[in-house]
């Protein structure tokens, strides 16, 4: 009995598993994401260890990219730059308070002579605010102290002839309120350095943003894949052996997307206007994905720019770097600019790299 012809068109398979593919690799994110969320390391970022807020309230920068990375350039710049302009505040009230106290200190003494306790006295207050170095849980020294104060000089009011010790007192009283109000205020600031809630379902952390990245060019891939095998279906002139140009697209289409990612991460070059931080590289890899042709031609024009540039440092020899760096190292440190603590941080690696390298290839070249 002869077989009846089959009424299904070429390609149609194919189409039916790419979408399957594409379900499966949905629900794998999906169930990915919703069992690794909230604080497991693959997720998020530990902000807290990327800053230090001491009980005073000053405000320590410990690793400002990876802030950055996480919370996002224009929302992260003004806080920072309040935390620091409040920091400086800070320090020069922490200096006017030691000054005070002890300004108050010899005055009680002058007055009161041996009626004066060196024991719980207005100095012992401030150093033990001063000194605080942690808190158990979130603390505010200064608050305890200007407590302290004030019952202390309920006392002096009943004591005559003190009249510029009150003075004092209530000076030093008044820059307590400040510091108190300060620290308050820092600590409220750091609360806001944290990623946007809506954004939180991304993962974040080093690894976590990598995943991300392979995901989404998973998904470009395989977006286009299905749009373009549907398109050469519709029309009735798709062509089997073009299926292995999409297996092979499937392999290396994320991975050149991944090294893409990288190489614009670590500033090899930049998209302009864009922004790049951790909540964007899932667009930016899904662009990649599914545009993996047009990838593929990007990533020979990085090639051959980086091995042209290398062929002619080796042309030039190690002299030719070591000028460069040496000239970088110069214009930095002779800067008459005014540069801010922040930016110091941010630029301190790198000098440091630059400066260990040209020391190096230095001594070599004087061998």
């Known amino acids: 009995m002869p077989t009846p012809p089959s009424t299904e068109k070429p390609g149609q398979r194919f189409v039916s598993a790419l979408i399957a593919c594409t379900v499966i690799w949905i629900l794998t994110y999906a169930v990915s994401h919703n069992i690794i969320s909230g604080d497991h390391p693959v997720a998020s970022v530990n902000l807290s260890e990327t800053y230090r807020l001491t009980p005073q309230g000053e405000f320590v920068l410990l690793d400002v990219e990876a802030i950055v990375w996480v919370v996002g350039k224009a929302n992260v710049t003004p806080i920072l730059q309040r935390l620091d302009s409040r920091t400086a505040q800070i320090r020069a009230l922490m200096n006017n308070v030691r000054v005070s ?5 010899a005055n009680l003494l002058h007055a009161l002579g041996d009626g004066y306790y060196q024991i719980d006295n207005p100095l012992t207050f401030i150093n033990n605010a001063l000194t605080i170095s942690s808190c158990a849980t979130r603390c505010n020294p200064w608050n305890d102290a200007y407590l302290k104060l004030v019952t202390y000089s309920a006392g002096l009011s009943a004591i005559p002839n003190l009249r510029s010790s009150v003075d004092v007192m209530n000076q030093l009283l008044n820059q307590l309120t400040q510091l108190k109000q300060q620290a308050d205020q820092q600590w409220r600031d750091t609360q806001a350095l944290r ?3 809506v954004k939180t379902f991304f993962w974040n952390s080093p690894k976590g943003s990598s995943l991300e990245v392979l995901f989404f060019a998973v998904f470009g891939v395989l977006t286009n894949l299905l749009v373009t095998s549907a398109e050469y279906l519709r029309q009735g002139n798709f062509k089997q052996s073009e299926r292995w140009v999409a297996y092979t697209k499937l392999v290396y289409g994320p ?3 991944w090294i893409m990612v990288t190489a614009i991460a670590v500033g090899w070059f930049d998209l302009g206007e864009y922004q790049i931080g951790t909540f964007s590289l899932p667009l930016l890899a899904f ?7 047009r990838t593929v031609n990007l990533f020979d024009k990085l090639g051959a720019k980086i091995l042209g540039k290398a062929e002619k440092s080796i042309e030039k020899g190690p002299a030719d770097i070591a000028a460069s760096n040496r000239a970088y190292l110069e214009q930095f440190m002779n800067s008459t600019s005014p540069r801010s603590i922040s930016e110091i941080r941010e630029n301190a690696s790198e000098l440091k790299d630059r400066l260990v390298k040209t020391i190096a290839l230095e001594k070599d070249l004087n061998k």
Do not use: D, Q
């Open 101 to 105: 106290s002890e300004r108050l200190n």
């Open 195 to 197: 990623p946007s809630r």
């Open 255 to 257: 991975v050149l997307a």
């Open 287 to 293: 662009i990649l994905g599914f545009y993996s042709r």
